[in-house]
T-cell receptor
Framework: SQKIEQNSEALNIQEGKTATLTCNYT??????LQWYRQDPGRGPVFLLL?????KEKRKERLKVTFDTTLKQSLFHITASQPADSATYLC???????????FGGGTRLMVKP | NAGVTQTPKFRILKIGQSMTLQCTQD?????MYWYRQDPGMGLKLIYY???????DKGEVPNGYNVSRSTTEDFPLRLELAAPSQTSVYFC????????????FGPGTRLTVT
């Protein structure tokens, strides 16, 4: 069955450092991969979408990579700030349907 | 634009009761979705709709029903509530399908006791 894995343990980093979050998948051939941010008690907010034929995508301090050979996406936040503290969810979809499948999320804590 | 709105924010149900979670979007999006999120877990798709009058099952549809009579509204009905349905429910919408970003509502926290 399809499986999407994100590190369930919280990632703690110092302000100003680069945070790197991982999303691995198995038994899946996604055409699109999305990253969302979720703050406590709120709904997820879209950050970035990357297509299977794109290796990398950037938006301000955010960078996403998508390696279909390794079946992995990396999500980077450069010059991290305490305001970046949140849970980050990856979500995959393919061309066959209309659904996104979400990973369990990784909680990021940026300490001043 | 209000985006995606959900009511109620919180609800406690007794086992066997029924209720409807309301969801409305004002972005004229074709696609709408219902997810549930259990503590520390990701989102699981319950039902989705690609347009008015069209609905389809997601990953965990048992115990739920939906309807889509207008573009704006996508209510989720719980019949015979069970403790396993205790969760946070999110409604979302998108312009088209899986290659478009989804906009989420603030969620409804439901407890079944």
């Amino acid at each position: 069955s399809q499986k999407i894995e994100q590190n369930s343990e919280a990632l703690n980093i110092q302000e100003g450092k680069t945070a790197t979050l991982t999303c691995n998948y198995t038994n899946y051939s996604p055409a699109y991969l999305q990253w969302y941010r979720q703050d406590p008690g709120r709904g997820p907010v879209f950050l970035l979408l990357i297509r299977e034929n794109e290796k990398e995508k950037r938006k301000e301090r955010l960078k996403v990579t998508f390696d279909t050979t390794l079946k992995q996406s990396l999500f980077h936040i450069t010059a991290s700030q305490p305001a970046d503290s949140a849970t980050y969810l990856c979500a995959l979809s393919n061309n066959a349907g209309n659904m996104l499948t979400f990973g369990g999320g990784t909680r990021l804590m940026v300490k001043p | 634009n209000a985006g995606v709105t959900q009511t109620p924010k919180f609800r406690i149900l007794k086992i066997g009761q029924s209720m409807t979670l309301q969801c409305t979007q004002d972005m004229n999006h074709n696609y709408m979705y219902w997810y549930r999120q259990d503590p520390g877990m990701g989102l699981k798709l319950i039902y989705y709709s690609v347009g008015a009058g069209i609905t389809d099952k997601g990953e965990v549809p048992n115990g739920y029903n939906v309807s889509r009579s207008t573009t704006e509204d996508f209510p989720l009905r719980l019949e015979l509530a069970a403790p396993s349905q205790t969760s946070v429910y999110f409604c979302a919408s998108s312009y088209r399908g899986q290659n478009y970003e989804q906009y989420f509502g603030p969620g409804t926290r439901l407890t079944v006791t």
